[in-house]
């Protein structure tokens, strides 16, 4: 039986699915007592009509098994989370209810996951040894192949999509945000945990034959606004540079606009000097709140005072590169133009780099500190104790 520390966890999300529980839970059970791991079962329930919770009460006599009825939160991805915050294991294995994925592989998954070289382990369909249910028809393969491949750049792994895997607790709790759309917890693990040492563990992947499926369009189309979070996420130095041109670009079209409307009203060096401040007023707040996201120490006054000196130090640096450029070709054409060009180049360069370690860049301390904390419609918390409406079954526990 479970004890207060068990080896593994094993998480698993459901939504009525009281026709499954009684066959999967036994399977865990068996494929667990051939190790010498202690374990506990985690069943993360969404307030489920069908007696998921008097079912979960008569089994949790039986087998180490705890359910965790949430009643004011939805959705598989902060199912699993959720179950993940309140594991008591070392290694935390994750997988569906719907015996879909084979809990005979459990314990090749936590072995992979134990290994000192490896930070999470997938129960993969696509590896050598692995193989998927046949009734699938040629559009759900698509719909597979298609969904890896545009993950294919933030991670290596064949199968990013299974949702049967293992984490090791110490890795976990290294994400510093974690916010996951859909059904993908996986993927959203893999990339907010930092996994560069990926397993993965043949499986016999079959469809569900009791319940019905949650694979929609609607979760499709999640899919595709979580890669939106996951890429800027995996290489947030070039989104970051990315969104600092565009509000380059967008502060060039607020100059300009703003200059032709008030050259009619003004003499042109008063609405130049006008035009310059709206466009720079204009990327401060865009840099602030688009660019540069993470909360600052300083006050948005005393932030707009250094993002002046900077974007004054980068024209500087623009004109000297522009000047050196100059003075150091030969009268060719188009000399200018190229001198000028690199001197923005190297104004703007010079205007990231200010902006973001001077102007909107944190102090030491409160990078360390900072745990980046979303509403709960947005975000699921890190790990800790659980907290919020719920109920709790907890199994006999015997020496």
């Known amino acids: 039986m479970v004890t207060n520390s068990p080896d593994v966890s094993i998480i698993v999300p459901t939504y009525c699915e009281v026709e499954n529980l009684p066959a999967l839970i036994p399977q865990i059970d068996q494929a667990l007592k051939q190790t010498s791991l202690r374990y506990e079962i985690v069943i993360v329930d969404d307030d489920s009509p069908d007696g998921t919770e008097d079912l979960c009460q008569d089994l949790s006599q039986r087998f180490p098994l705890r359910l965790i009825t949430r009643r004011d939160e939805r959705g598989l991805a902060s199912a699993v989370v959720c179950g993940l915050r309140a594991a008591l294991g070392k290694i935390l294995v994750v997988m569906d209810a719907d015996l879909s994925h084979p809990p005979t592989a459990i314990p090749d998954l936590v072995t992979a996951c134990q290994s000192p070289c490896c930070d999470f382990s997938i129960g993969s369909r696509y590896v050598e040894g692995g193989s998927i249910d046949s009734n699938w028809t040629r559009f759900r393969h698509l719909n597979s192949q298609t969904a890896s491949w545009l993950a294919r750049g933030l991670t290596k792994a064949k199968d990013p999509m299974s949702g049967f895997f293992a984490i090791k607790r110490s890795t976990f709790i290294k994400a510093q945000e974690i916010r996951p759309l859909g059904y993908k917890i996986g993927l959203e693990l893999l990339v907010r945990c930092d996994c560069r040492h990926v397993a993965e563990v043949p499986i016999a992947f079959r469809d569900r034959t009791l319940g019905n499926s949650k694979l929609t369009l609607g979760q499709q189309w999640l899919y595709l606004r979580h890669l939106g979070r996951l890429y800027p996420a995996k290489y947030a130095g070039l989104a970051r540079i990315a969104r600092f041109g565009l509000v380059g670009l967008s502060g060039m079209t607020v100059d300009l606009t703003s200059l032709t409307l008030l050259r009619s009203v003004l003499s042109f060096p008063l609405a130049r000097a006008l035009a310059i401040g709206l466009a ?120």
């Open 280 to 399: 720079m007023t204009w990327n401060f707040f865009l840099h602030r709140g688009y660019t540069f996201r993470a909360p600052a120490a300083d006050s948005t006054f005393r932030q707009f005072g250094k993002f002046v000196g900077a974007c004054l130090y980068g024209a500087l640096v623009n004109w000297m590169v522009s000047m050196l450029v100059v003075w150091s070709l030969p009268p060719i054409p188009g000399r200018s133009l190229f001198a000028a060009a690199l001197g923005v180049m190297a104004g703007s360069v010079c205007n990231y780099l200010f902006c973001q370690r001077l102007v909107f860049g944190q102090s030491r301390a409160t990078k360390t500190s900072q745990v980046v904390m979303q509403p709960k419609s947005a975000a699921t918390k890190l790990p800790g104790p659980h907290t919020g409406p719920s109920t709790q079954i907890r199994p006999k526990q015997s020496a």
